[in-house]
Structure formats: structure tokens, C-alpha cells
């Protein structure tokens, strides 16, 4: 269209990121996602430090990956979730995001949730159907 013409893609990469740190750095509007993410798909909201060894989530689990049993609303909201979560980790330093809640949306809890969360959906994703591994289970072996 007539209004690409004069843009580059420096200037269009600095409107995505504008946008991403908008939404990012939004009071509350990063974890309001997460939050319609966790009712959405029944995804845990958080997850104590004991909880994440081997942690495989249940609810994501199953015969076909969650990404082709999402819909077309479900996909695009984790979509733009995990850019913007990306766009807050890259920005943010060490000192901020373990420091200051006033620019982190997150607990380290919800945080580690998050992380086995993404984790879970790469690796099923990748390997396919992967069996829930809990605690009892490690203990046998």
C-alpha cells in the first residue's frame, strides 16, 4: 500500500517494539492476559520453587498438541502473550525483575508457571504426546 512506501524496516521494527512495550509495561494489562490465558486453557496460575522439578502440566497434555486445539482468539492472545512477556524480559535488568513490582507484572511464582507452562508446549509441540512425570514417579526410579 501507498503507506508502506516510505517506511523502513528499522521504522517498522521501532513500531513493534513500541507496541510490545506498551503492552508490556501497561499496569496490569500483561497479567490480564496471562490470567484469561490460565481460564482459558486451564493453565496453573503459579507454581512454588518445589513444584517445577519435572513439572509436565496436565492440562496440556493429550492426544493432539495444544496448539492445533486452540481457537483462532485462544492462539492469537498467546501469541501476543509471548511476545510481550519476551519484549518485558529483554528490556528489563536482573535488579528490576527480581526488585521493583512496580514495572514487573509478576510474582516469581507466577513467573516459574509461566516458564513451565512455555516449556511444556515447546516440548510437546517438539516430541509430541510426553507423558506427566510427578513426583512418585521420580522417586521409583
Known sequence: SHLDEGRSDDDSSKMVDSVLSTIAFSRHFLKKMWRWLVNELRLP????RDATKGWSISSLVGEESL???LSGSQR?????FCKSYAHLLKVLGD???YGSH???PFTLSEHRAIAAVM???VCNAILGRVPIITSTTESRR
Do not use: K, P, Q
Open 102 to 104: 512496580d514495572r514487573v
Open 67 to 69: 496448539l492445533t486445539r
Open 76 to 80: 492469537t492472545m498467546l501469541a501476543m
Open 119 to 121: 516449556n511444556c508446549i
Open 45 to 48: 496460575r503459579e507454581a512454588h
Open 95 to 97: 535488579d528490576e525483575f
